[in-house]
């Protein structure tokens, strides 16, 4: 059974970029099975897709996120990457990676916190 | 403002049905699958029906999803204290070329 397991600072600067990393156990990130998401939800709000890759390297990005968002996959760490530039309060939120075979999130990750404050 | 519109708050007393609903457009619902997701606080999401009305393994029948037109929803059957979460409904929107959540819905158990 797949897992997956989030990664990232923690405390992030207004307008720095924030990195996050999912690290996927259980199966390769190779088998061209899975879509690879990133999804977050801001504290009391709902949960807001921000974009997915595919193992070809293809994405899709939410439009409202798309200019500051950046998704990547390490096959030789078995990792995908979220990297999203110019980060404000708003952007403070859990983050969870996600994988599914089409437009469902079948599998999860326990989710970051990630907080931008100075 | 969510694409997917879905009730704030519903609720019921244990063993009785109740129904969430997920309202969208063409663009969404009415023309791709709709996914419904159990969140509890603290814990990641769960996938709970899949393809409009189909569940993953594991998820006790008392779930059910069904799709019509630009709308859906899931019902509770027999309803749990452990059902107490928040639901949320998300789809593929051809429009905006992405995944949309509803707003998500509170479920309490009186």
């Known amino acids: 059974q797949v897992q997956l397991q989030e990664s990232g600072p923690g405390l992030v600067k207004p307008s720095q970029t924030l990195s996050l990393t999912c690290t996927v156990s259980?199966?390769?990130?190779?088998?061209?099975?899975?879509?690879w998401s990133w999804i977050r939800q801001p504290a009391g709000k709902g949960l807001e897709w921000i974009g997915r890759?595919?193992?070809?390297?293809?994405?899709n990005y939410n439009p409202s996120l798309k200019s500051r968002v950046t998704m990547s996959v390490d096959t030789s760490k078995n990792q995908f990457s979220l990297k999203l530039s110019s980060v404000t309060a708003a952007d403070t939120a859990v983050y969870y990676c996600?994988?599914?075979?089409?437009?469902?999130?079948?599998?999860w990750g326990q989710g970051t916190m990630l907080t931008v404050s100075s | 403002q969510s694409v997917l519109t879905q009730p704030p708050s519903a609720s019921g007393t244990p063993g009785q049905r109740v129904t969430i609903s997920c309202s969208g457009s063409?663009?969404?619902?009415?023309?791709?699958?709709i996914y419904w997701y159990q969140h509890l606080p603290g814990t990641a999401p769960k996938l709970l029906i899949y393809r409009n009305n189909q569940r993953p393994s594991g998820v006790p029948d008392r779930f059910s999803g069904s799709k019509s037109g630009t709308s859906a929803s899931l019902a509770i059957s027999g309803l749990r204290s452990e059902d107490e979460a928040d639901y949320y409904c998300?789809?593929?929107?051809?429009?905006?070329?992405?995944?949309?959540f509803g707003g998500g819905t509170k479920l309490t158990v009186l």
């Open positions: 890759i595919y193992i070809s390297g293809s994405t």
């Open positions: 998300a789809t593929w929107d051809d429009t905006l070329s992405g995944v949309v």
């Open positions: 063409s663009s969404n619902i009415g023309s791709n699958y």
């Open positions: 259980g199966g390769s990130i190779s088998s061209g099975i899975y879509y």
């Open positions: 996600a994988i599914g075979k089409g437009d469902e999130f079948d599998i």
